[in-house]
């Protein structure tokens, strides 16, 4: 690299640019600011709330809320309480997991505890552990309130049926 001339450095990456940095997936909204990094190597503890997109690929442990766009890596480790609008999930999480919109769950995952999500995409090799509710009311102040919407399927089907079959008639 040269002091004057050429504004780029002889390996081809501008000084003020870090190399390397990884960036979530898909971004919440055109309109978000860049993503909170919680980088390798890092280890958080404590309350986590952020507004925008955050990416952790160290460690945190805790509580996690944002009103955007959450990833965690495939070589993260998180040990929260999880709140956020959507979610990409790869590294491994100890914790109750409440997505508001939709949950994906990379193949690398391993996710301990409960999930809540409105929609969930579940890649094959995932290792989940924990009570798994999708659609319906994804607030957790509310569950207690909403009943499965199992009973009023039963119903219908019960409708339907012309001859009940019994357990271990067949």
């Known amino acids: 690299?040269?002091?004057?001339?050429?504004?780029?450095p002889e390996n081809g990456h501008d000084s003020q640019t870090p190399l390397n940095m990884?960036?979530?997936s898909t971004p919440s909204s055109p309109k978000s600011a860049p993503a909170t990094v919680i980088a390798?190597?890092?280890?958080?503890e404590g309350d986590f709330k952020s507004q925008g997109d955050?990416?952790?690929e160290?460690?945190?442990?805790?509580?996690?809320?944002?009103?955007?766009?959450l990833t965690v890596g495939p070589e993260a480790s998180v040990k929260a309480g999880i709140t956020a609008s959507d979610a990409v999930i790869a590294g491994k999480i100890d914790g109750n997991t409440n997505i508001k919109n939709r949950l994906e769950v990379k193949s690398t995952a391993q996710i301990l505890g409960d999930i809540v999500c409105q929609t969930a995409v579940i890649e094959?090799?995932?290792?989940?552990?924990?009570?798994i509710k999708c659609g319906g009311n994804s607030?957790?102040?509310?569950?207690?309130n909403n009943k499965p919407e199992i009973a009023k399927v039963n119903e219908l089907v019960k409708d339907k049926v012309e001859s009940p079959v019994k357990p271990n008639a067949i």
């Open 54 to 56: 955050v990416l952790i």
């Open 22 to 24: 990884p960036q979530p």
């Open 139 to 144: 607030d957790k102040s509310n569950n207690n």
């Open 58 to 69: 160290g460690e945190v442990h805790g509580t996690i809320q944002t009103d955007s766009l």
């Open 1 to 8: 690299m040269s002091l004057f001339g050429s504004s780029q």
């Open 124 to 131: 094959a090799g995932a290792k989940l552990q924990g009570n």
């Open 40 to 44: 390798k190597g890092v280890r958080l």
